[in-house]
């Protein structure tokens, strides 16, 4: 096996190691978010409005942040990533319990708004530095962003346990400040510690680079929207609300053993949903197998996953209130849809750096993400709405529809896409 230059493998792991510790802060501030204001009296598109401005925010700086990434170089954009993290947890320091509804929402809006800048900015620094660090040969590419992406995620779900250990131990107050004090330490640190090895940019990168004109690179953004949107749908309002009314009869003590629940749960989903990720190479055998095989396997994922949410839709459809049995298939179900979905999500992230090219990569992986933002958005908006209308059964419906979607754009992946166009 090819090993990376020790240089590449050591700023690996700064950026890995800066990348988890912005995770578990993000992680921990939807959940505090999340489950302080539905507390308060917020209702399902309340709640979901919340978290608009964050996924429009990672639409648009993920479309610029290739640019910027290949202008000032990757470490510069991961700094800035965590630099506003901490402005964003600083921020919300200063909510005041007398403000109107209207103005609550539309403060936490803003400053959800930023958080997802940042989270963007160090995750397209963290996956594009991966392309260029990580082995050329075998399954090296896979192998690396695989364990980057799904060691992310489980750190990630790590959050959502400590947001909801935090609210119910200290509240939302100290939580937020002392999580901006830490994560300042651990940006202190990285700054310090991080080794050469991530490029510095060239002053000649033109923004227009970002749009890219590779074939298979549009189609698997394509897909990355829909596979995105059927897993927040049902994941940022719909299965939190549900569960609240499940678990929680009212009082204050019902309402902390039911933020604990449900904050186990969406962890304990993230957590397999990371290990499964990191895992995929294996899965797929894909030491073994082509990329025209891989790109295949897309497609096949993506059928398997859809099954999961059309039954479980039925299941509560039918089901004549939160019977004990409905709860344990819906907890089931969900963590069997994680591992179906974090096979899937992990081929999408390997293919687009085995589509991209070395000049190119924070401008495709820049515009895939973009992409994979819009998904997260189009999936809150309609978390929100089609609970409302419809209730979970309606939001695991939609899920299995947007899946079917995906799979469909990516049967339209070829093998040996045509050359990316440079416009340097």
Partial sequence: ???????????????????????????ALRMLILLDFHAMGFSPVQLAYLFVLYEIAGMVTNLSAGWIAARFGLASTLYAGLSLQIVALLALTQLDPSWQIATTVVFVMLVQGLSGVAKDLAKM????????????????????????TGSKNAIKGMGFLLGAGLLASFGFMTAVLGMALILSLILITVVVAMPPGLPTGRK???????????RNVNWLSAARVFLFGARDIWFVVGIPIYFYAVFSDGSHEGNRAAFFLIGSFM????????????????????????????????????????????????????TDGP?????????????????????????????????????????????????????????????????????????LATAATMVALSALAAGQ??????PTINHA
């Fill in 1 to 27: 096996m090819t090993q990376a230059p020790a240089r590449g493998l050591s700023a690996y792991f700064a950026v890995t190691a800066a990348y988890w510790a912005f995770m578990l802060t993000d992680g």
């Fill in 125 to 148: 620094s963290s996956k594009s530095a991966v392309k260029l660090l990580a082995p050329a040969t075998g399954d090296g590419l896979f192998r690396w962003v695989a364990v980057l």
């Fill in 204 to 214: 000649g990168a033109k923004f227009s680079e970002v749009f890219s004109k590779s």
């Fill in 267 to 318: 962890a304990i989903w993230t957590i397999l949903y990371g290990i499964v990720q990191a895992s995929a190479p294996r899965i797929l055998k894909a030491a073994s197998r082509s990329e025209a095989e891989l790109i295949g396997a897309a497609r096949t994922w993506a059928l398997l996953l859809m099954g999961v949410p059309a039954l479980l839709a039925l299941a509560v459809l039918f």
């Fill in 323 to 395: 019977a004990p049995w409905l709860t344990a298939t819906l907890v089931a179900g969900l963590l069997g849809f994680g591992a179906i979905f974090a096979v899937n999500s992990s081929l999408h992230s390997y293919l687009i750096l085995a589509f991209t090219q070395a000049e190119r990569v924070t401008m495709d992986v820049g515009f895939y993400y973009m992409a994979n933002a819009g998904g997260r958005l189009m999936g809150t908006l309609l978390s929100g709405l089609t609970y409302q209308l419809g209730g979970l059964p309606a939001c």
């Fill in 413 to 418: 992946l070829r093998h040996r896409p045509e």
